[in-house]
């Protein structure tokens, strides 16, 4: 089963930049496509970005042309580059198996964009 560990979140000033990382345990890692997720205070958790086993990507609206998912699968990693962050940008984010968050979710990384 896969674990999975979020780092990299903090606060930020509005048009700052962060870079979320996800580290995944388990040998199939590579095998996965992963996706990164976001709740908001009051909001139900919302997909931001997913990216296929070989690398192919997709954005919400709402983040598409500011953040970038990648990952490196001799690392199991995925990476979330944030870049012209806004205020709605705050939340928990999370990572998980896309289409289907099957694995168990992880504490996930606090961003806060405020001034």
């Known amino acids: 089963q896969v674990q999975l560990v979020e780092s990299g979140g903090g606060l930020v000033q509005p048009g700052g930049s962060l870079r979320l990382s996800c580290a995944a345990s388990?040998?199939?890692?590579?095998?996965?496509?992963m996706g990164w997720y976001r709740q908001a205070p009051g909001k139900e958790r919302e997909l931001v970005a997913c990216?296929?086993?070989?690398?192919?990507?997709n954005y919400g609206d709402h983040v598409k042309g500011r953040f970038t998912i990648s990952r490196d699968n001799a690392k199991n990693t995925v990476y979330l580059q944030m870049n012209s962050l806004k205020p709605e940008d705050t939340a928990v984010y999370y990572c998980?198996?896309?289409?289907?968050?099957?694995?168990?979710w992880g504490q996930g990384t606090q961003v806060i964009v405020s001034s």
């Open positions: 388990g040998s199939s890692f590579g095998f996965r496509a």
């Open positions: 998980n198996l896309w289409p289907e968050a099957l694995a168990p």
């Open positions: 990216i296929g086993r070989y690398g192919a990507t």
